[in-house]
């Protein structure tokens, strides 16, 4: 028998070249250099400049934004007290230290008086039902 279980030609999830995987990796070990050396890039340029955005970051790196984001996440990426880096309690967006991002914080506000005209639709709605069943 000359069957090989333990590895399998792959193509790389970045670059596509073909590279022998092991267990579920997806990436060929050029592209495993390339993404340590950008995680390094992002890790220090934080390090260096605490209070920049996430966009500061991207710019500074080259580094996507998307990249980083999953980074800081993942708990990968630690961000110092001064960061100005948080995320969007309700949809996840960075924001610039604040508990929402602009989006939700409009949302938020049209949903609530939206919400509260809603309460009170129903309140005067529940009252007339319970005047007609009375008779
Ligand atoms: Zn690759
Ligand atoms: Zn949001």
Same mark, same amino acid.
């Given at each position: 028998?000359?069957?090989? $279980?333990?590895?399998?030609? !792959?193509?790389? =999830? !970045?670059?596509? *070249?073909?590279?022998?995987?092991?267990?579920?990796?997806?990436?060929?070990?050029?592209?495993?250099?390339?993404?340590?050396?950008?995680?390094? *890039?992002?890790?220090?340029?934080i390090?260096?400049n605490p209070s920049s955005s996430v966009k500061d970051v991207s710019?500074?790196?080259?580094?996507?934004t998307?990249?980083i984001l999953?980074?800081i996440r993942?708990? $990968?990426i630690v961000l110092g007290?001064n960061s100005n880096i948080a995320f969007?309690? *309700? @949809?996840?967006?960075p924001t610039t230290g604040?508990?929402?991002?602009? $989006? @939700?914080?409009?949302?938020?506000?049209?949903?609530? !008086?939206?919400?509260?005209?809603?309460?009170?639709? =129903?309140?005067?709605?529940?009252?007339?039902?319970?005047?007609?069943? $009375?008779?």
């Open positions: 028998m000359t069957e090989n $279980k333990l590895s399998a030609l !792959k193509n790389c =999830k !970045k670059c596509g *070249r073909l590279f022998q995987a092991e267990n579920g990796v997806s990436l060929c070990s050029r592209c495993n250099e390339d993404i340590d050396d950008e995680f390094t *890039r992002v890790r220090e340029y390090y260096d710019s500074g790196t080259g580094v996507h998307d990249a999953k980074w993942e708990g $990968k007290s969007c309690e *309700r @949809c996840g967006e604040s508990r929402f991002c602009p $989006k @939700c914080v409009k949302d938020l506000a049209t949903g609530l !008086k939206a919400g509260l005209e809603d309460s009170n639709h =129903k309140q005067q709605v529940g009252m007339h039902i319970k005047e007609s069943s $009375k008779k």
